[in-house]
């Protein structure tokens, strides 16, 4: 078996814009994420990733660490998650499990100080909450009002 991950997370970096600007998503997918060409700006609290398989950007997500967790949250060392897409020609072939199955490993390196992983995912949006349940998020019973109706707060213990 090869040594290297089919799948890999890595910080946006200037060299992914050209693919990231190409994503696709339906119209009824749109409707409750941002293509990552919305989503690329960078902060000390905003920290755009790219879900790689072999070195070529397939998704993305961004991790806040601003003030917006405190809406999901009340743990001051959460970490929020939005805008995960996957591009709509690499859909099906379980990047965003596999992307999302590395996130503790990705955040215990990149943000030592985070131990929890919140987001909101919209009531319709079952495909999305089946994804976030398989690989450990928990339905937190909180409810938020979005742009696109009531969403669910799941949070994911990110244990060292």
Do not use: W
Not at 50 to 72: Q, T
Not at 73 to 83: E, G, P, R, V
Not at 132 to 137: A, I, P, R, S, T
């Amino acid at each position: 078996m090869s040594s290297l991950k089919e799948v890999d997370l890595q910080l946006y970096k200037s060299e992914y814009l050209e693919s990231l600007s190409r994503f696709e998503l339906p119209e009824d997918q749109e409707q409750f994420t941002a293509l990552p060409i919305h989503s690329l700006e960078m902060t000390h609290e905003r920290h755009p990733i790219v879900i790689l398989s072999n070195n070529e950007p397939v998704g993305f997500f961004v991790l806040h660490s601003s003030e917006r967790v405190e809406e999901y949250s009340d743990n001051s060392n959460a970490m929020l998650l939005t805008a995960l897409s996957i591009n709509y020609s690499q859909q099906g072939k379980g990047f965003a499990k596999k992307g999302m199955a590395q996130i503790k490993d990705f955040v215990i390196e990149t943000f030592p100080e985070c131990n929890e992983i919140v987001l909101a995912v919209n009531k319709r949006n079952i495909a999305a909450q089946k994804l976030y349940e398989k690989v450990g998020y928990k339905d937190t019973g909180r409810r938020k009002m979005g742009r696109m109706g009531e969403q669910f707060i799941f949070s994911f213990p990110v244990m060292r």
